[in-house]
């Protein structure tokens, strides 16, 4: 019977390890520069042990060892905060009761001896009730202005007490001081919503917040986010720019003591790795982490993503893990898009009594370690940038990604504010607001210096010349029972197989109208509202003279706008229909050049990069077949997955990372070159070296 202790010699540290050393090569210890500025940059390989005060007692070599056979190179275990896991000589640090040595001490010694660099994590939201009784000033307090209750013996301290604002400081400057830790990580400073289990803590109503809101805006601190007050308008922004204030201060600190440690916590002001958790086991977007880590990139382009693959489904079951396909899913999604892989389990590695996710961490993790010579400093060959503002999440954004990642089209998502345009063959807009002139001036810039833009939604207006609207419309709302009409004329036109099978799709959201002045194109109509019941009265006979797809060459370059929201109706209803007529506007219209495509189902993802210093590209492909409704299960193989590329240097050699085998290849007259992968198990990647 397992009794959680961590002196129990665990199953897997006398089987699972024994059979990783026999069956992989061992990882030498890597040599680390821990002078080296920005090391952070690269993707990293991290495994997060959130270790419980127990497991102190522990063999630390069996720990450090599990953790090197797994290929991680980065290490997250906690060091303080809570409970501080080394002889603190600081009284308002807990010192762990089970702890009779110096054991951070120990633990960072034997990890770096094995070349893997230590993250020492801190949460300094709770104190433990021993400290808490002396200094309830340091605490968060509910309406009555008493702390909140205690939760397992810890109370929860507030961000503007003295304890997060000078005694962190002191204990960050205690054990950066002491340890030669590479980098810090800082759990849950903010304003928490909720406890553990899941109960709405409120507004804190301490003193210091009421005098630090007061100072702020001449206000007195709401009771409730809820009222309608001005202050309850003010307390989101002054939760915002106190937490970032807070961070910029830590940031000073720790830089000032070591400007080579790397910072990182849920935040992106004042840290070099921003943290993001993958943490629910269920209803999970299948392109959530590669989203996440292009946008992080793209946003955060002088940081990195660390995006936990969490073991557990929620908080109650710490335990138990989430599928194995799902950890795998979840990591092969970060590491593919150029972010480091991030694993983490409650307790140590090597002692989880859910043991049947860890070896699709192995996996990854060694595929990247084996394989990092060609993941590492790569950038996207992308054949379309979707733009994405603000956070990008939206119906819109997602349908457009899940039309283009079916289809296999290569796409980066891009900001016009940040992007290099000139380098993208094509760009879609999701047009989700009026278009600034900045914007206006650039879409035209980018058309007539020879780019092909798509813009969908609305709206848009005559100010945007390349598409060349005489005026603008209106704005039809959404109503029940509307239509797109697909002519024999659009068919013809848009070349999309489906659409023989085609006369019409549904919408349900708005519609942009306009007038095109001569020289552009006005496909697909639109059909107002149909009758839908009685069966015996669904039919219509008007349908308007209203385009739903306009296009038009201008200067060097195309341009088509789809006035719907097309990248909606597909994340609504998953009709192919919708996306059909993007594809066709993309291939068609905007003839958009086209450097890989992939012949095989629409569940195998795909991505296309190149080596940044020109000697590779690659192409890799994710099986998602193993996805059942909300279970996420092994992947059926695929076979004969054919690929064409055309390749940016003549191709030397072809070759799989995942399964070793050399491929042969085809060329064809008009510079593309053809390979087939026999089978596709779970993830390939195929690299064409010049």
Same mark, same amino acid.
């Given at each position: 019977m397992r009794t959680g202790n961590s002196t129990f010699v665990s199953h897997w540290s006398i089987f699972s390890l024994g059979l990783a050393l026999l069956t992989f090569p061992l990882f030498a210890a890597e040599v680390m520069d821990r002078a080296e500025p920005n090391w952070w940059i690269k993707p990293h390989r991290m495994i997060q042990t959130n270790l419980r005060e127990i497991d102190v007692a522990m063999d630390v070599e069996e720990y450090v060892a599990s953790l090197k056979a797994t290929g991680a190179n980065v290490v997250l275990f906690n060091l303080g905060g809570i409970v501080a896991n080394y002889p603190t000589e600081l009284p308002f640090h807990y010192r762990n009761p089970f702890m009779k040595n110096d054991f951070a001490g120990e633990v960072v010694k034997r990890l770096h001896g094995e070349g893997i660099r230590v993250f020492a994590r801190f949460d300094f939201s709770k104190v433990n009730e021993s400290?808490?009784?002396?200094?309830?000033?340091?605490?968060?307090?509910?309406?009555?202005?008493? /702390? !909140? /209750?205690?939760? &397992?013996?810890?109370?929860?301290?507030? !961000?503007?007490?003295?304890?997060?604002?000078?005694?962190?400081?002191?204990?960050?400057?205690?054990? $950066? *001081? =002491?340890?030669? $830790?590479?980098? +810090?990580?800082?759990?849950?400073?903010s304003y928490p919503r909720k406890d553990y289990s899941g109960q709405e803590v409120g507004i804190c109503q301490c003193e210091n917040c009421h005098q630090r809101f007061r100072s702020m805006y001449g206000l007195e601190l709401p009771k409730t986010e809820q009222e309608n007050t001005p202050a309850a308008a003010k307390y989101p922004d002054f939760t915002q720019r106190t937490t970032r204030e807070q961070f910029e201060r830590v940031n000073a600190f720790v830089k000032g003591r070591n400007p080579n440690l790397a910072i990182c916590t849920y935040t992106e002001a004042g840290v070099d790795i921003?943290?993001?958790?993958?943490?629910?086991?269920?209803?999970?977007?299948?392109?959530?982490?590669?989203?996440?880590?292009?946008?992080?990139? !793209? &946003?955060? /382009? *002088?940081?990195?993503?660390? &995006?936990?693959?969490?073991s557990f489904p929620h908080y109650p079951h710490r335990h138990a893990t989430v599928s194995p396909d799902l950890t795998r899913k979840r990591l092969y999604g970060c590491m593919i898009n150029g972010a480091w892989l991030d694993f983490s389990c409650v307790g140590r590695f090597d002692e989880q009594e859910d043991r049947i996710g860890l070896d699709q961490v192995e996996d990854v993790f060694r595929f990247h370690a084996a394989n990092e010579r060609w993941l590492a400093n790569t950038t996207e060959l992308a054949d379309v940038g979707l733009v994405v503002e603000g956070t990008g999440r939206n119906d819109e954004v997602r349908g457009l990604i899940e039309i283009l990642s079916q289809a296999h089209v290569s796409y980066e998502l891009v900001s016009l504010a940040k992007s290099d345009l000139t380098k993208l063959p094509a760009l879609i807009v999701p047009v989700i607001e009026n278009l600034s002139t900045e914007v206006i001036q650039k879409l035209d810039a980018y058309v007539q210096g020879g780019g092909r833009l798509l813009l969908t939604g609305g709206p848009v207006t005559p100010e945007l010349r390349c598409l060349g609207l005489s005026a603008p419309g209106e704005k039809r709302p959404a109503?029940?029972?509307?239509? $797109?009409? $697909?002519?024999?004329?659009?068919?013809?036109?848009l070349k999309q197989p489906l659409l023989a099978k085609l006369d019409l799709v549904l919408l349900s959201g708005d519609l942009w109208t306009a007038t095109m002045s001569p020289g552009g194109e006005a496909l697909l109509r639109f059909i107002p509202p149909v009758r839908f019941g009685p069966p015996e009265?669904?039919?219509y006979t008007d349908v308007s003279e209203i385009p739903c797809l306009y296009a038009r060459r201008s200067g060097r370059g195309e341009v088509a706008w789809i006035p719907w929201r097309v990248g909606t109706e597909f994340a609504t209803f998953g009709h192919g229909g919708h996306a059909a007529l993007l594809l066709g506007a993309l291939d068609? !219209?905007?003839?958009? /050049?086209?450097?890989? =495509?992939? *012949?095989?189902?629409?569940l195998v993802e795909t991505n296309h990069r190149a080596d940044r210093a020109g000697k590779f590209e690659w192409v890799s492909l994710y099986n998602h077949s193993g996805q059942l409704d909300k279970i996420i299960g092994a992947p059926l193989p695929i076979h &004969?997955?054919?690929?064409?590329?055309?390749?940016?240097?003549?191709?030397?050699?072809?070759?799989?990372?995942?399964?070793?085998?050399?491929?042969? +290849?085809?060329?064809?007259?008009?510079?593309?070159?053809?390979?087939?992968?026999?089978?596709?198990?779970?993830y390939e990647v195929i690299l064409f070296e010049y």
């Open positions: 400290i808490a009784a002396a200094h309830p000033e340091w605490l968060t307090h509910v309406a009555d202005d008493r /702390p !909140l /209750p205690l939760y &397992n013996g810890q109370a929860a301290t507030c !961000l503007n007490g003295w304890y997060q604002q000078e005694g962190m400081l002191k204990i960050l400057g205690e054990a $950066i *001081d =002491r340890y030669s $830790i590479d980098g +810090v990580f800082f759990n849950m400073i921003v943290r993001k958790e993958s943490d629910k086991a269920l209803d999970s977007w299948v392109y959530e982490e590669g989203f996440r880590t292009r946008w992080a990139l !793209l &946003n955060f /382009p *002088d940081k990195q993503l660390a &995006n936990a693959a969490v109503q029940k029972g509307t239509y $797109i009409r $697909i002519r024999p004329e659009d068919q013809t036109r009265k669904c039919y068609e !219209l905007l003839l958009v /050049p086209r450097r890989v =495509r992939v *012949d095989c189902s629409h &004969n997955v054919t690929v064409r590329i055309s390749p940016t240097s003549p191709v030397q050699r072809v070759r799989l990372l995942k399964s070793g085998l050399s491929l042969s +290849v085809k060329p064809d007259t008009d510079g593309w070159i053809t390979c087939v992968v026999p089978v596709l198990h779970s």
